[in-house]
């Protein structure tokens, strides 16, 4: 087949990482692959260095332009009458509805759009959420068939009109990666002692929760051997730091911005923490499994389909500092229970989450 993946930034988050993934493996699998992307970034100099073809868009930004968007809009659609691909795959809320629109009228034969999270689900007023719903609906309604990343991203739409039939769950999956010794880890990341380490791989923004994983840290910190470890850049970065100073946490908390590879440090920590309000099935979470960690996460989203608690990791109430600060509590002083915790979730992402099962699942939707 002819596939053109499409998404909006050319960063390289979560959804980034898929359209990676899913390119890569595809043009393994023997079809002709291209990337359809916002211009200038780590995914397409990663999809580049992998010989898989890509294809920028100058000025396709998140932010809505009347002007950009008209741009992006004939361009893709242009695009897609030359390229005349056999499957058009959109990710991300804007490429989606754009894209999908555009691959409509330039009558492309498959149209697969994949949900890697509502924004609808993320604390903000109810008229947003409301016109968020309908433009979502209208993308769905524009695709031949949805991938939602989990069951519960289904279970939040299948009840709407017109597109219950459209939606297919297909999980996110990751490949084993390198993962450097934890000695020579810790020595990378500046910790150069026996410290119990609790660490993230984030972005810095207020969806992923770590403003309560601070507060948690205020209290759990005191009068112990510990060190917080955030790794991931963003918005919030400015409010964050503000926090750890008011708090007085600057020796014992460290954002350290944008790692190249950030995921090949895992090992450097004793305990993974990601207390996110709202989340689909995140990367970083199967990546802390690949590395045998025990796991901290919100009970939100797709979270639940990876994590049990008790038996591969523990989930905690979201937007309760006070939970995140017991279990941190009960892990650091429980070394069996984090090692038992640690190897199941790495057998179960082993076994239920991998690039081989989202790649030929997604190729069966094709």
Avoid at 233 to 240: F, H, P, S, V, W
Avoid at 241 to 258: M, N, Q
Avoid at 328 to 335: C, V
């Amino acid at each position: 087949m002819k596939i053109l993946y499409g998404i909006t930034k050319s960063n390289f988050g979560g959804a980034q990482r898929y359209v990676f993934d899913l390119a890569t493996e595809a043009k393994k699998a023997g079809h002709d692959v291209a990337v359809l992307c916002g211009a200038g970034g780590v995914l397409v100099d990663k999809l580049r260095e992998n010989k898989i073809r890509v294809i920028e868009i100058e000025g396709l930004k998140r932010d809505i332009s009347v002007v950009d968007e008209s741009r992006s809009f004939y361009f893709i659609f242009r695009t897609l009458v030359e390229e005349n691909p056999d499957v058009f795959h959109t990710n991300s809320s804007k490429m989606g509805g754009v894209g999908n629109l555009a691959a409509r009228l330039a009558g492309v034969r498959k149209i697969i759009f994949t949900a890697h999270g509502w924004a609808f689900n993320e604390p903000r007023p109810l008229y947003q959420k409301l016109i968020i719903k309908f433009f979502v609906w209208l993308t769905i309604l524009l695709s031949h068939k949805t991938i939602c990343v989990s069951e519960q991203s289904k279970t939040d739409v299948e009840s709407w009109p017109f597109i219950r039939s459209k939606l297919t769950v297909v999980h996110n999956g990751v490949e084993k990666f390198e993962i450097i010794p934890r000695e020579q880890a810790r020595r990378a990341l500046g910790i150069h002692d026996d410290t119990l380490v609790v660490g993230t791989l984030a972005e810095l923004h207020p969806i992923k929760g770590l403003d309560l994983l601070i507060e948690a840290w205020d209290k759990f910190s005191k009068n112990r051997h510990v060190h917080l470890m955030i790794l991931g850049e963003g918005e919030a970065r400015k409010d964050l730091e503000e926090l750890i100073t008011v708090l007085g946490l600057t020796s014992s908390v460290t954002l350290k911005g944008y790692m190249e590879n950030a995921r090949q440090y895992l090992h450097a920590f004793d305990i993974f923490c990601l207390p996110s309000r709202s989340e689909n099935l995140p990367y970083a979470i199967l990546e802390a499994g690949i590395a045998g960690l025990p796991t901290i996460a919100s009970e939100v989203g797709g979270i639940p389909e990876i994590i049990e608690t008790g038996i591969n990791g523990v989930l905690v109430e979201k937007e309760n500092p006070e939970i995140i600060f017991s279990t941190l509590l009960l892990l650091a002083e429980n070394a069996p229970l984090r090692e038992r915790l640690g190897v199941k979730l790495k057998e179960d992402v082993t076994e239920n989450f991998s690039v081989e099962k989202m790649l030929r699942n997604t190729l069966a939707s094709y």
